[in-house]
T-cell receptor
C-alpha cells in the first residue's frame, strides 16, 4: 500500500462511452500527476497539478480531461477514446517544492474496444 | 529536454549471478535521480533517490550509484523474487515532474 489509491483497477469501454478514472492520496502531498504507460514505451507524463492548479499539459488530446477538486483527489475523464488509448494509466503524488520521490498508485488498466 | 536511456532492455540472470543495470541521462540541472521497481500489472514502487555525483544508496541486494552522466543499479546475488522491471527517472530544473527511461526487465532464474 503506497497511500495512492486508483479506481477502477480495470476498465473496458467502447469508443463512444464516457468514463472517469479516480485517484486519491492520503500522504499530505500537494502535487498530483497522471502518467500513461503503453507496451514497449516509457512512462509518458500527461498532466501535472500543483496545489489544485494544472501546471503541465503534455500535448494530451482533448478526449482526456483532468480534474483536481482538491489536493487529495484527481480524476481523468475519458470520452470518445480510440483503441490506441488502451494502456495502463498511473496516478502519482509528491511534495511540490521538495526534491523527493513520487509515489504511484497501482494503475487502471484501460482497454478501448 | 530531459532524456533518460536505460540498458539493457532485458536481462536474464541465474540466481546468484550479480550484474548491473545502466541509466544514462541528460538533464538541465539534476535535482534528483530516482529508481523504481515495477511488477507486472502494478504501479512503480520507489527504491532510491540520488542527488549528486558520487552518492550511493543500498537496500538489501541492490545498490545504486550516480555519476554526472549515468547511474547504475547493482544487483548482488539476485534471487527470483528480484525479477521485475526496473525504472530510472530524473527530475530537472524544468519542474517537479519525472522523466522516465524505458526500463530494464530483469528475469532471475532459480
Amino acid at each position: 500500500e503506497t497511500g495512492v489509491t486508483q479506481t477502477p483497477r480495470h476498465l473496458v469501454m467502447g469508443m463512444t462511452n464516457k468514463k472517469s478514472l479516480k485517484c486519491e492520496q492520503h500522504l499530505g502531498h500537494n502535487a498530483m500527476y497522471w502518467y500513461k504507460q503503453s507496451a514497449k514505451k516509457p512512462l509518458e507524463l500527461m498532466f501535472v497539478y500543483n496545489f489544485k492548479e494544472q501546471t503541465e499539459n503534455n500535448s494530451v488530446p482533448s478526449r482526456f480531461s483532468p480534474e483536481c477538486p482538491n489536493s487529495s483527489h484527481l480524476f481523468l475523464h475519458l470520452h470518445t477514446l480510440q483503441p490506441e488509448d488502451s494502456a495502463l494509466y498511473l496516478c502519482a503524488s509528491s511534495h511540490r517544492d521538495m526534491d523527493t520521490e513520487a509515489f504511484f498508485g497501482q494503475g487502471t488498466r484501460l482497454t478501448v474496444v | 529536454e530531459d532524456q533518460v536511456t536505460q540498458s539493457p532492455e532485458a536481462l536474464r540472470l541465474q540466481e546468484g549471478e550479480s550484474s548491473s543495470l545502466n541509466c544514462s541521462y541528460t538533464v538541465s540541472g539534476l535535482r534528483g535521480l530516482f529508481w523504481y521497481r515495477q511488477d507486472p500489472g502494478k504501479g512503480p514502487e520507489f527504491l532510491f533517490t540520488l542527488y549528486s555525483a558520487g552518492e550511493e544508496k543500498e537496500k538489501e541486494r541492490l545498490k545504486a550509484t550516480l555519476t554526472k552522466k549515468e547511474s547504475f543499479l547493482h544487483i548482488t546475488a539476485p534471487k527470483p523474487e528480484d525479477s521485475a522491471t526496473y525504472l530510472c527517472a530524473v527530475q530537472g530544473n524544468a519542474g517537479n515532474m519525472l522523466t522516465f527511461g524505458g526500463g530494464t526487465r530483469l528475469m532471475v532464474k532459480p
